[in-house]
């Protein structure tokens, strides 16, 4: 079945880089644009990254320049290195799957169970 299960979270402080997997099971990585989500307490979900079926990728503006999105199609998993963490950067962070780009919470049909992100001294 369809699975999608996030890792790489932790607590790194301000300017501190980490990385995020995305390990996907179930279905063919390439067919699909596979989204970076997070979610801060008290706020909503908001798109962070996306990586197309054609590897186009799409970033969000508050972390153009820090963030990249990638894909390793042999390993079935998507990555999200984080460069230069913010405060505002803490939340959980959530990978989804769509059969088409775009960064519309409501096209995702599959989502990982999320992973924590904490930046702060």
């Known amino acids: 079945q369809v699975q999608l299960v996030e890792s790489g979270g932790g607590l790194v402080q301000p300017g501190g880089s980490l990385r995020l997997s995305c390990a996907a099971s179930g279905f063919t990585l390439e067919d699909y644009t596979i989204g970076w989500f997070r979610q801060a307490p008290g706020k909503e979900r908001e798109g962070v990254s996306i990586i197309t079926s054609t590897e186009s990728t799409y970033y969000t503006d508050s972390v153009k320049g820090r963030f990249t999105i990638s894909r390793d199609s042999t390993k079935s998993t998507v990555y999200l290195q984080m460069n230069s963490l913010k405060p505002e950067d803490t939340a959980v962070y959530y990978c989804?799957?769509?059969?088409?780009?775009?960064?519309?919470?409501?096209?995702?049909?599959?989502w990982g169970q999320g992973t924590q992100v904490t930046v702060s001294s």
């Open positions: 989804g799957r769509a059969n088409m780009p775009t960064m519309r919470e409501g096209v995702y049909d599959y």
